[in-house]
Structure formats: structure tokens, C-alpha cells
T-cell receptor
Framework: GNSVTQMEGPVTLSEEAFLTINCTYT??????LFWYVQYPGEGLQLLLK?????DKGSNKGFEATYRKETTSFHLEKGSVQVSDSAVYFC??????????FGAGTILRVKS | DVKVTQSSRYLVKRTGEKVFLECVQD?????MFWYRQDPGLGLRLIYF???????EKGDIPEGYSVSREKKERFSLILESASTNQTSMYLC???????????FGEGSWLTVV
């Protein structure tokens, strides 16, 4: 079946540190891949996406590359800010627009 | 801007009560979804609807039902609330072409 595995958190970093949140997936076919972010007290917002192998999604300094050979979609940012503190969800889209989510990774950035 | 509105942000209900969670979207989207979010489990799909009066079970439909009488509104119903349904509930919508899926702000439900 389809599933998404994310690294467990919480991840605690100092401001300006490099961020990597690992995400791997299992799927039949070639799903679209997404990163969503949830700030405290809010719903989910789309952060970035990639629809085919080797695509790179990017937004707000975050990047992730769709790697078919390793079935991965790791999220990276070169220099995190306190305002990036949130929960990050990796997801894949199945047929019918249904999303399958990972468990989420809490990111805490200290000043 | 697309808006997905969940009318109740915080609810406290008693065991056995019937609970309605309402979701309205303003972009004429065909597809609508209900997820529940629990720590360590991420989001899990409860029900979804491809269009008006159409509904299909997701991964965890037990204890829930839904109603889609109008295109813009998708309701989640807990017929008899139980404590294990204490959770955050998120509504989402998208066009059938599914370019971007938009989420509401969530409804925190506590069943006591």
C-alpha cells in the first residue's frame, strides 16, 4: 500500500542552522509529493510540491527533490529562523486527490 | 484567496452526544475531505466526497458519517461521540484536477 515515513522529532535547532527533515515513501506508480506546514493553532498550508522524478520543489527558502531511486523527498533549508518553528508533514497524493501523510515532525528553532 | 472555513474551532461534548462539524469552501471545489490529526499518527482520512451527494469511506470511517447536500458544504457527523474521538479534525477541498488541496484551520473536539 501507500505510506509515508518521516523522521521523528522534535528537531531542535539554533537560528541560522541547516535543516534536514527526512521523508521516504512507498507507493504504487509515481505519486505527487508534498510538504505541508502547520504553524501553532492553524491548519495546514502547502509549503512545496513535486509531481515527477527529479523535480525540485522550493518555497520560502525550503527545498525538496523527488528522488525515485531512493523513494525520498527530504526537506532542507540552509538557514532556519525562529518563525520556521512549526510541524512539517510529508505527504503523497493517490488517485482521487487523496493525500497520505507522514506522522509529522515538530521543528523548534531557538534564538 | 481560497477559503475553507470550519465554523467550530473548539468544542467540548459529552459521551453519547451527536456532534456535527461543518465545513464550507468558497471556490466551487468538487472534492472535499475530512481528516483527523493525532500526535504521532499524522493525518488520517475519514471520509471524502467527489461531488454533491457523493461520498466514500476513507481509512478510518468507523464511528463517523458525512453529508454533502450542497457543493460548498461538507459535514462530518459523530452519531454517538466517544472519548477516543477526541482529536483535531481538518477539512480540505480541491478541484477535481487537484492542483492544490486547501485546508481549514481545524476543529478541536474534546469528548468527556
Amino acid at each position: 500500500g501507500n505510506s509515508v515515513t518521516q523522521m521523528e522529532g522534535p528537531v531542535t535547532l539554533s537560528e541560522e542552522a541547516f535543516l534536514t527533515i527526512n521523508c521516504t515513501y512507498t507507493a504504487t506508480g509515481y505519486p505527487s509529493l508534498f510538504w505541508y506546514v502547520q504553524y501553532p493553532g492553524e491548519g495546514l498550508q502547502l509549503l512545496l510540491k513535486a509531481t515527477k522524478a527529479d523535480d525540485k520543489g522550493s518555497n520560502k527558502g525550503f527545498e525538496a527533490t523527488y528522488r525515485k531511486e531512493t523513494t525520498s523527498f527530504h526537506l532542507e533549508k540552509g538557514s532556519v529562523q525562529v518563525s520556521d518553528s512549526a510541524v512539517y508533514f510529508c505527504a503523497l497524493r493517490k488517485y482521487g486527490n487523496k493525500l497520505v501523510f507522514g506522522a509529522g515532525t515538530i521543528l523548534r528553532v531557538k534564538s | 484567496d481560497v477559503k475553507v472555513t470550519q465554523s467550530s474551532r473548539y468544542l467540548v461534548k459529552r459521551t453519547g452526544e451527536k456532534v456535527f462539524l461543518e465545513c464550507v469552501q468558497d471556490m466551487d471545489h468538487e472534492n472535499m475531505f475530512w481528516y483527523r490529526q493525532d500526535p504521532g499518527l499524522g493525518l488520517r482520512l475519514i471520509y471524502f466526497s467527489y461531488d454533491v451527494k457523493m461520498k466514500e469511506k476513507g481509512d478510518i470511517p468507523e464511528g463517523y458519517s458525512v453529508s454533502r447536500e450542497k457543493k460548498e458544504r461538507f459535514s462530518l457527523i459523530l452519531e454517538s461521540a466517544s472519548t477516543n474521538q477526541t482529536s483535531m479534525y481538518l477539512c480540505a477541498s480541491t478541484q477535481t484536477s487537484g492542483n492544490t488541496i486547501y485546508f481549514g484551520e481545524g476543529s478541536w473536539l474534546t469528548v468527556v
